[in-house]
């Protein structure tokens, strides 16, 4: 099992900056990835970024060139840091890591956290 726990949401204004933080606990030998995803009302949860175990990284690309997904091994948190922002960009975002046993993914979410970004 894995637990995550997410801070560094709120409310911004468009062209402003915020980072979030995804400190992760339990079978963290067991991650293959870890990434984020957000979900406006009414719409699906999608990915934004991803960092894989070997610091491969992902993006969407509505967040190309804004936003940068970064890992502190040692504090076992991954971070996003959203520049730029959009009202687009508001949601709710998860943080989300995976491990495969036996060929069978492992999905891990966390409570989610708000980002409000006002024009």
């Known amino acids: 099992q894995v637990q995550l726990v997410e801070s560094g949401g709120g409310l911004v204004q468009a062209g402003g900056s915020l980072r979030l933080s995804c400190a992760a606990s339990g079978s963290i030998f067991s991650i293959n990835a870890m990434g984020w995803y957000r979900q406006a009302p009414g719409k699906q949860r999608d990915l934004v970024a991803a960092?894989?175990?070997?610091?491969?990284?992902n993006y969407a690309d509505s967040v190309k060139g804004r936003f940068t997904i970064s890992r502190d091994n040692a504090k076992n948190t991954v971070y996003l840091q959203m520049n730029s922002l959009k009202p687009e960009d508001t949601a709710v975002y998860y943080c989300?890591?995976?491990?495969?046993?036996?060929?069978?993914?492992?999905?891990?979410w966390g409570q989610g956290t708000q980002v409000t970004v006002s024009s």
């Open positions: 989300n890591a995976f491990s495969t046993n036996w060929g069978k993914r492992n999905d891990y």
């Open positions: 960092i894989t175990r070997g610091g491969s990284t």
